[in-house]
């Protein structure tokens, strides 16, 4: 049998109490991946983990904000005790609560910084170590269309996924010696709980209308993850946007 270069890997999630990230786990377990999974919802993670393994895959979670860096340690320190590895790191929680910047929402500003930008360096910090040591890995991080373009009240939200462009830009440059694979997603509209902590009334109507009519279901992350991580290992998949079919900008 052909290898799918999925199973037996040990692939660790942050965000995977919902949307994107547990729509990852669920497919990646499906191809034979070890998957640990990471947010702050414990109990969402323990639904998931118990529906990975009734199906017959192997599932962890692990409680963890991933502004606390020792949070994030923890989870891949759970990953390596138990699995002996980390293959791949899919740094993927994130917030987006749109709004324009005369709004001055500053709070959620700080927000979106400290998950969006500072959770992935926390993956980063954590994941690194490992995969030097292994001398192989594959760090994965969620972007966004919003990474290459921005549009009303998306001013930080966007400057938070440019952000994480450029840190993996970089990132990719410099891991050369140690045989790691950098990839960024940039998803267009999904269907998620995304739009869940936009405090804008209006904000919040007019994406919910848009991404209600052109939305696409959270598997076709999944599915774009499981390529990446899918090709040879001298393959290294940098960059994939995708949107909806009928999504504009
Ligand atoms: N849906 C889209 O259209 C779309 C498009 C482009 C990019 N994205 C990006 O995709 C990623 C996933 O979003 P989603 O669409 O799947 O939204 P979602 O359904 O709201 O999921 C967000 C996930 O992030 C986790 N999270 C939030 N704050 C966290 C924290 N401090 N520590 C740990 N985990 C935290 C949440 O878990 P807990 O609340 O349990 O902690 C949840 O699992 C985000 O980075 C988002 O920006 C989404």
């Given at each position: 049998m052909m290898s799918n270069n999925i199973t037996g890997k040990v692939v660790v999630i942050t965000?995977?109490?919902?949307?994107l990230g547990e729509a990852a786990a669920r497919h990646l377990a499906a191809e034979g991946a070890k998957v640990v999974l990471g947010a702050r919802r414990a109990d969402r993670l323990g639904a998931l983990v118990s529906e990975i393994t009734s199906a017959g895959g192997e599932a962890l979670a692990v409680a963890t904000d991933v502004t606390v860096l020792a949070d994030v340690q923890a989870l891949v320190d759970a990953a390596v005790e138990t699995f002996?590895?980390?293959?791949?790191?899919?740094?993927n929680a994130g917030l987006m609560p749109l709004?324009?910047?005369?709004?001055?929402k500053v709070d959620e500003w700080d927000r979106m910084i400290d998950v969006n930008i500072r959770g992935v360096l926390h993956g980063i910090a954590a994941a690194l170590p490992h995969m030097k040591t292994q001398k192989s890995g594959q760090i994965i991080t969620t972007s966004s269309v919003a990474g290459h373009l921005v549009f009303p009240a998306s001013a930080v939200y966007s400057g938070t996924k440019y952000a994480v462009r450029a840190i993996c830009e970089g990132l990719r440059q410099e891991v050369k010696p140690y045989n790691i694979r950098t990839t960024t997603l940039c998803p267009g509209?999904?269907?998620?709980?995304?739009?869940?902590?936009?405090?804008?009334v209006e904000v919040k109507a007019a994406n919910s209308d848009y991404v209600g009519q052109v939305g696409i279901p959270a598997n076709s992350f999944a599915r774009m993850a499981a390529f990446a991580i899918g090709?040879?290992?001298?393959?290294?998949?940098?960059e994939i946007i995708f949107r909806p079919t009928a999504q504009l900008l």
């Open positions: 965000g995977a109490s919902s949307g002996g590895r980390i293959d791949v790191l899919i740094n709004s324009p910047i005369e709004s001055l509209a999904v269907k998620t709980e995304l739009l869940d902590h936009i405090s804008d090709q040879p290992e001298d393959v290294d998949v940098n």
